[in-house]
């Protein structure tokens, strides 16, 4: 069974330049979580998909934004890059709602110069 | 703000000997998860304790909950160099704001 899927593995963006990073989730997941891991630092909630509708998010400003498509895959766009969103961003995907256990991708590492 | 806290944020230790961190949370939880992340890549789901339990095992891994202090532990026995990553709790709380708030933290280096 594949994994969660993440790309790009590295994006070099300039600031104020908008950013898109996608997630294909585990085969069956419905579920789809958005972290963002500054370096050094523990994963901070971005937003939760779940069915095609945003169902939380996180403490992050509305230049954070994504949506879930119907085949359950996930986008995160980040407009207006600042430098502090240099991080690695993290996708998770889970079966129905995820309390029990999520499943990581490999993660985006975004740097903005 | 992070809902756990994980103490110490840095633990190096022979291989072979038992490693401990603990986690500190804020609010009542449902759950709580421990995650492994290698050299800043995804994380690796290892146990969850509910609530109500006090003491879970799984292989080498042991977890205690102590849901007075607000407090956890995860112990790894026999450590081996492969167990070398950070380890984050994870707290779950279904009061509204659903989702999963991680600690920051603890890096644990086996030295062979």
């Known amino acids: 069974e594949a994994g969660v899927t993440q790309s790009p593995t590295h994006l070099i963006k300039t600031r104020g330049q908008q950013a898109t990073l996608r997630c294909s989730p585990i085969?069956?997941?419905?579920?789809v979580y958005w972290y963002q891991q500054a370096l050094g630092l523990g994963l901070q909630f971005l937003l939760w998909y779940d069915e095609g509708e945003e169902r939380n998010r996180g403490n992050f400003p509305p230049r954070f934004s994504g949506r879930q498509f119907p085949n359950y895959s996930s986008e995160l766009n980040v407009n207006a890059l600042e430098l502090e969103d240099s991080a690695l961003y993290l996708c998770a995907s889970s079966l129905y709602t995820g309390w029990n256990e999520q499943f990581f991708g490999p993660g985006t590492r975004l740097t903005v110069l | 703000s992070q809902q756990g806290e994980e103490d110490p944020q840095a633990l190096s230790i022979q291989e072979g000997e038992n490693a401990t961190m603990n986690c500190s949370y804020k609010?009542?939880?449902?759950?709580l998860q421990w995650y492994r992340q290698n050299s800043g890549r995804g994380l690796v789901h290892l146990i969850l304790i509910r609530s109500n339990e006090r003491e879970k095992h799984s292989g080498r891994l042991r977890v205690t909950l102590d849901t007075s202090k607000k407090s956890s532990s995860l112990l790894i026995t026999a450590s081996r160099a492969a167990d070398t990553a950070s380890y984050f709790c994870a707290t779950y709380a279904n009061f509204g704001n659903e989702k999963l708030t991680f600690g920051t933290g603890t890096r644990l280096t086996i030295i062979p």
């Open positions: 609010t009542s939880i449902n759950n």
């Open positions: 085969s069956g997941h419905t579920s």
